[in-house]
């Protein structure tokens, strides 16, 4: 089955600064989505990634799967307190080819905390 | 996207109880799948639902335990049954959707 591994666990930036967050995979990605979580929520979606070499970008939040489309990255620019939560990346199925036609396998999140 | 429409939002039960959670969709959808997030944990799939079929349910999951019921396209229960503190978690339930996932706020399950 599909492990996905994030880093780091845990991230502490002051106001302003620019952060990256991992996910990394064993396997090929078919789908990688990315999601942020509140404390005790539900999960706010972020981005999808499905190509190799794709990148997007939302307000101030860039997600890039890299051409072997084994490695994901987020990166915040200018953080701000509004940022602040757990931000979670999402495998889709091989299977099902990274289409929303089968479960998402989760990382384990990355808790950010963005001090004003 | 399609927006959910999850109940309880939290719930505090007894031990040895069940209990039921809710999710209506505005829209229909073909797959709806069931989460559960232990404290300081990532998601975990409990199942599949479709309408008009059974569950299908991950290795480590029960049908008498996580009973599902998809009476619908736009609806689906997960109960929780013979509760104990282990289960004490945040239930999500999740729609497919065209370029992506929605998931439900949540219901944040403690068991006293």
């Known amino acids: 089955s599909q492990e996905l591994e994030q880093s780091p666990q845990s991230l502490i930036v002051q106001e302003g600064k620019n952060l990256t967050i991992n996910c990394t995979s064993s396997k090929t990605l078919y789908g990688l989505y990315w999601y942020k979580q509140k404390y005790g929520e539900g999960l706010i979606f972020l981005m999808m990634?499905?190509?190799?070499?794709e990148e997007k970008s939302h307000e101030k939040i860039t997600a890039k799967l890299d051409e072997k489309k084994q490695q994901s990255s987020l990166h915040i620019t200018a953080s701000q307190p509004s940022h602040a939560g757990i931000y979670l990346c999402?495998?889709?199925?091989?299977?099902?080819?990274?289409?929303?036609?089968?479960?998402?396998?989760f990382g384990q999140g990355t808790i950010l905390t963005v001090h004003p | 996207s399609a927006v959910i429409s999850q109940k309880p939002s939290r719930d505090i039960c007894q031990r040895g109880t069940s209990l039921t959670i809710q999710c209506q969709v505005d829209s229909q959808v073909t797959m709806m799948f069931w989460y559960r997030q232990q404290p300081g944990q990532s998601l975990t799939l409990i199942a599949t639902?479709?309408?008009?079929?059974?569950?299908?349910?991950e290795s480590g999951f029960v049908i008498d335990k996580f009973p599902i019921s998809r009476p619908n396209l736009t609806f689906s229960t997960l109960t929780v049954s013979n509760m104990s503190p282990e289960d004490s978690s945040i239930y999500l339930c999740?729609?497919?959707?065209?370029?992506?996932?929605?998931f439900g706020s949540g219901t944040r399950l403690t068991v006293v």
């Open positions: 999740s729609v497919a959707r065209v370029g992506g996932y929605t």
């Open positions: 999402g495998a889709g199925s091989e299977r099902a080819g990274g289409t929303s036609y089968g479960k998402l396998t």
């Open positions: 990634l499905q190509k190799g070499g």
């Open positions: 639902a479709n309408q008009g079929s059974e569950a299908t349910y």
